[in-house]
């Protein structure tokens, strides 16, 4: 709590309005999201706070220790869950009533009230106030009263927003707040809170504004009491335009009321809308969002409705990004393919301009003696066949990666801007498939060269051991390491990169392929070698 009192000290807007010692934008917001990281941490600890209270209330048996016991409860709910608050306020008035104590009577349909205007249901508060009169109650409860009052036609007319009622509501509200204020101690914090805020309800801006500064440098402010001055004095810089201060405060704000568990709160909701009018989409969207859940968590219905109404628009301004991203996108992957086809274009010719080099050798072989010339000739075929293969193979693996790592890349960035729509438009690249085709391809290849390759590989095997295709399959994967093996490729780190495997695991298909085989391990790659081409 010290901390937190501290960094909204150092946030204090003195003279002209520049912000002394402030912490940074981004260390503020990494606290904040922290705090929200944490916030199921706070929630779980007041839970257990009121499951221990709740408990003792069980074992009550007195009407006043029962009365104090829903009490008790009520505050723990009252800006933490609308319906729990609501039905101890209930169970408060009726403990009350059954004492037949008017003064307790009175706090309870004041409690009940409380409840209601934080739900937003100002129709009902006013059903429930209206039939109070406390000019013989204590003097705290008439103070509570004519400050709930005051709130209440404050709330009302920010609701409503309205040129011809606001200002009606708030002369009314002040009314009460004067009535308020003269009961309550001049060195209390609802005092000075009060005090301030009707100041700021008159238009009484710097007056207001010296009063916060003022209270938040009280030491020992509790979370809930630190979030009230600091959403509002964010208000204040709100109006005098300095947005920057207020977004600071409203963060503070909504820290605190993370670490109270208060539910009923602006402050998350002011800050979703102050950031996106700052271009701040993304914490925006982020925080409206928790607005909203904290606003249905706890049922106000104004809160709610009023986070309905900014978060259209700050979705789509986001999705009017991510649509943005998306074009930029698209012209890498326009860019990407281009150079690719440039790629192939240079493998086209590289590969003609090979086999006409190949050819120009074996042209000249024809000057040796005839039997010579013809063993030369099939060797120089076999040779070629065999450095097209695997050319086509290392060419096409090479672009693979190539294409994997961008792949990667563009995954990597969406992930750290949090671009889901746009991560699936990547994944929409089928390497897998196109893996899958360039094999079918390669067996395609090898089995016009080695027609009978399969027939005399399994000849090597007991008849159990042999290697069965599925339906559609001309080669699985241990016939094409072999295969590969056949074409002249042995080496185990060129076969895992043509195949996609790690070596260990090429190593591992050889040594159990070797091991069913009829024949010795140490000769069976031998006799693969023997296989004839056509």
Known sequence: MRSLHVCLLSLLVIGSGTVLGAPGRDSLLA???????????????????????????????????????????????????????????????????????????????????????????????????????????????????????????????????????TGTYNKKGSAYIDSALMLYPPSSFPYSYYQGLQALKAG??????????????????????????????????????????????????????????????????????????????????????????EAVFYGARQRKIQAGAILPII??????????????????????????????????????QVRKLRMAQRALSKAHEHTQEINHQLEEANKIKEEYIGYFFNVNSDYFTKVEKFKKAIEQKLIDRKFEDIRYLTGNINLKKEKEE?????????????????????????????????EGELLNTDLRIFALIRMGIGDNEKIAKILEYSVNTIYTYKTRIRNRSLVPNETFEERVMQIKAL
């Not at 199921?40 to 209270?53: S, V």
């Not at 649509?323 to 440039?342: K, P």
Request: charged share 25%.
């Open 31 to 165: 606290a904040l999201n922290k705090a929200i990281a944490e916030s199921p941490k706070y929630d779980e600890q007041k839970l257990q706070r009121i499951a221990d209270q709740e408990h003792s209330l069980l074992e009550t048996t007195g009407e006043s220790e029962t009365y104090d016991r829903c009490l008790q409860l009520f505050n723990e709910y009252k800006s933490f869950k609308y319906d729990s608050a609501y039905a101890y306020a209930r169970s408060l008035d009726k403990v009350a009533r059954a004492m037949n104590d008017p003064v307790r009577i009175m706090y309870a349909r004041i409690q009940l009230g409380f409840t209601l205007v934080s739900a937003g249901m100002f129709k009902e508060t006013f059903d429930v106030l209206s039939t109070l009169d406390a000019r013989n109650a204590p003097d705290s409860i008439r103070a509570e009263f004519y400050s709930l009052m005051g709130r209440y036609y404050y709330d009302l007319g920010d609701f409503d927003n309205d040129r011809f009622y």
């Open 204 to 293: 009484k801006v710097e007056e207001a504004s010296l009063n916060f500064r003022r209270i938040i440098r009280w030491p020992d402010l509790t979370h809930h009491q630190v979030a009230l001055v600091a959403s509002t004095l964010s208000d204040i810089y709100i109006r005098k335009g300095e947005r920057d201060s207020a977004i600071d405060l409203l963060i503070q704000a909504a820290v605190a009321d993370i670490e109270s568990s208060t539910k009923e709160t602006s402050a998350m909701l002011n800050l979703a809308e102050q950031l996106f009018q700052q271009g701040d989409v993304r914490n925006a969207s982020i925080y409206i969002e928790r607005a909203m859940k």
């Open 315 to 352: 979705e789509d301004e986001k999705i009017a990004a991510v649509e943005g991203q998306r074009r930029v996108l698209f012209e890498y992957a326009s860019i990407v393919t281009l150079l690719l086809l440039v790629v192939v274009a240079l493998a086209i010719v590289i590969f003609l």
């Open 438 to 470: 360039l094999l079918q391809h390669f067996d395609k290849v090898f089995l016009k060269l080695f027609p009978h390759f399969v027939q005399d590989f399994n000849a090597l095997f007991k008849p159990e051991d042999q290697v069965h295709l599925k």
